[in-house]
């Protein structure tokens, strides 16, 4: 009876006993520990409200002949709430219960010879409050600014001015020649047969302004070759002298 000290609460639950059987077991316990409070209840009997919440020390379970105890979850639950915080329970069972008091809330479970299980109510009763000292809460928990403070401009020292984040070489604007592309292949490389002045111009070589030659570029794409230099171009006035400017930013 080493899970069983002085001024313990006991409770055993047995089922079928003979009443001489009861009677040693008792003797048993008492004989080994003085000052022992032991009650009974039989395991078809025992209810949630046989025995007040958290008022037994240690529970005894199926310990006396002949062993015919079912440790179902029904009771499993009811021991754990009628035991005290940091309680134990010893029973016996032929099947495998290690699970079943696990799931029921009891801890520190173990089996040992003759199919004996012991386990343990945990420290804090169910339902039981704690507070929690958490002390000074860490600073990326703390939102120090009200949307309407970081609206107003109030505590802007921890907003990032945009400006500060821009050096002076992305102040500058690009030079609109630099973004120029081919209309073919939309990147700023000339193909194969560029005829727009690209391809020199990339080389760092001037192309002198083209100029109709067919006399019918003033009608519109419809009516101009494939190497038109207006191609792309609406159509002229005519008789309007309309040169290609390749400068411009088309």
Request: one cysteine or more; charged letters at 30%; aromatic letters at 6%.
């Amino acid at each position: 009876m080493d899970y069983i000290k002085n001024g313990d609460k006991v409770l055993i639950i047995w089922s079928n006993c003979e009443q001489n059987d009861i009677t040693t077991f008792v003797n048993e316990i008492k004989s080994t520990t003085n000052d022992v409070n032991v009650s009974f209840e039989n395991s078809a009997m025992i209810t949630d409200n046989s025995r007040e919440r958290s008022s037994f020390d240690v529970v005894l379970s199926n310990l006396l002949p002949p062993h015919s105890v079912v440790h179902d979850d029904s009771l499993l639950a009811t021991i754990i709430k009628i035991l005290k915080p940091s309680g134990k329970i010893v029973l016996k069972d032929q099947n495998e219960v290690s699970s079943a008091l696990k799931l029921n809330g009891f801890v520190n479970v173990t089996k040992g010879p003759d199919n004996l299980y012991t386990a343990e109510k945990s420290k804090f009763e169910v339902g039981s409050k704690v507070s929690l000292n958490l002390g000074q809460k860490p600073a990326v928990w703390k939102l120090e600014d009200t949307v309407e403070e970081a609206w107003s401009g109030v505590n802007d020292d921890d907003i990032i001015d945009a400006d500060q984040l821009l050096d002076e070489d992305d102040l500058k604007k690009p030079d609109k020649q630099s973004l120029r592309v081919c209309a073919t292949t939309g990147k700023r490389k000339a193909c194969a047969d560029c005829s727009c002045g690209l391809a020199e111009e990339l080389r760092g070589e001037t192309k002198e302004t083209p100029k109709s030659s067919c006399g019918s570029c003033y009608l519109g794409d419809a009516f101009r070759c494939a190497t038109c230099p207006y191609l792309g171009m609406p159509a002229f006035k005519p008789g309007e002298k309309v040169l290609l400017d390749l400068k411009s930013d088309i």
